[in-house]
């Protein structure tokens, strides 16, 4: 079955305790990127990427970091984590940037 | 800052009823208007899109109207079934832009039985 698979799916922790959430896509797809989806505010662009090795900026990139090491994953890493960032994260991947996109099944953080 | 501003933020509708969703966008480089659909505890999912050389894509029960000099489309949900009772996004891109898709803010739809 064709997916986008994050994990955790739900996580509560606490300010400055670095976390990662993974995203591992299962379609070969080449483009990836991470939202946040707020209330009233829909979804929030954090980071994208194009290919391996090759990530950029998306509107909300602050406090963020990601890697592309292989073509199936693309972890969202949280160095240190604040209030702030409590959210509900998105992973999608497409086959080309202009490809309609996959969507995972979201992450909802919640950073104490 | 690229925008696109969706309305209304909720709305209740009668089983059978039409339910109506609209966007306005600024930036007039988009030429991509996708809608998505999102139940609860999933993520949003690709319900239908139109590009701006036609005025009208139907798929369905489901319609986007689109007016490029106003810079405005909307969905139009025929019939609208309690199973159709979700959260919708309009988006809109530039499909040589790499940074994808711009959200709006999300319309939660509740169809009465």
């Known amino acids: 079955e064709a997916q986008v698979t994050q994990n955790p799916r739900y996580l509560i922790t606490v300010t400055g305790k670095k976390l990662t959430v993974t995203c591992s896509q299962n379609m070969n797809h080449e483009y990836m990127s991470w939202y946040r989806q707020d209330p009233g505010l829909g979804l929030r662009q954090i980071y994208y990427s194009m290919n391996v090795e090759v990530t950029d900026k998306g509107d909300v990139p602050e406090g963020y970091k990601v890697s592309r090491k292989e073509k199936r994953n693309f972890p969202l890493i949280l160095e240190s984590p604040s209030p702030n960032q409590t959210s509900l994260y998105f992973c999608?991947?497409?086959?080309?940037?202009?490809?309609?996109?996959?969507f995972g099944d979201g992450t909802r953080l919640s950073i104490l | 800052q690229q925008q696109v501003k969706q309305s209304p933020q909720s709305l209740i509708v009668q089983k059978g009823g039409i339910s109506i969703i609209n966007c306005a966008y600024e930036?007039?480089?988009?030429?991509?208007f996708p809608w998505y659909q999102q139940f609860p505890g999933k993520g949003p999912a690709l319900l239908i899109a139109i590009r701006p050389d036609v005025s009208e894509k139907k798929e369905g029960r489901f319609t986007i109207s689109f007016n490029k000099s106003a810079k405005q489309f909307s969905l139009h949900i025929m019939d609208s079934q309690p199973g159709d009772s979700a959260t919708y996004f309009c988006?809109?891109?530039?499909?040589?832009?790499?940074?994808?898709?711009?959200f709006g803010s999300g319309t939660q739809l509740t169809v009465l039985p």
């Open positions: 999608a991947s497409s086959w080309a940037f202009n490809q309609p996109q996959h």
């Open positions: 930036n007039t480089a988009f030429d991509y």
């Open positions: 988006a809109a891109t530039a499909m040589g832009s790499a940074r994808q898709l711009t």
